[in-house]
């Protein structure tokens, strides 16, 4: 859980990246605009501390 945890902190984290390029380019990235990576890593995050805060599974 832990690596999929991680998984999508980094995308999250490139969503953003990607985000933040194409505003202050000016442009589109796959044809969306910057806002779109933005909610995307926002929701990528949620997901992420939604996965953090489940309690253990028990064997």
Same mark, same amino acid.
């Not at 939604?50 to 064997?59: F, Q, R, S, T, V």
């Given at each position: 859980?832990?690596?999929? %945890?991680?998984?999508? %902190?980094?995308?999250? !984290? $490139?969503?953003?990246?990607?985000?933040?390029?194409? !505003?202050?380019?000016?442009?589109?990235? $796959? !044809?969306?605009?910057?806002?779109?990576?933005?909610? &995307?890593?926002? &929701?990528?995050?949620?997901? !992420? %501390?939604? $996965?953090?805060?489940?309690?253990?599974?028990?064997?």
């Amino acid at each position: 859980m832990r690596n999929v %945890i991680l998984a999508l %902190i980094v995308l999250a !984290a $490139l969503a953003f990246v990607v985000g933040t390029v194409a !505003a202050f380019g000016q442009t589109t990235f $796959l !044809a969306k605009p910057p806002v779109t990576f933005w909610r &995307g890593a926002v &929701g990528f995050l949620l997901f !992420a %501390i939604a $996965l953090e805060l489940l309690p253990p599974a028990k064997a």
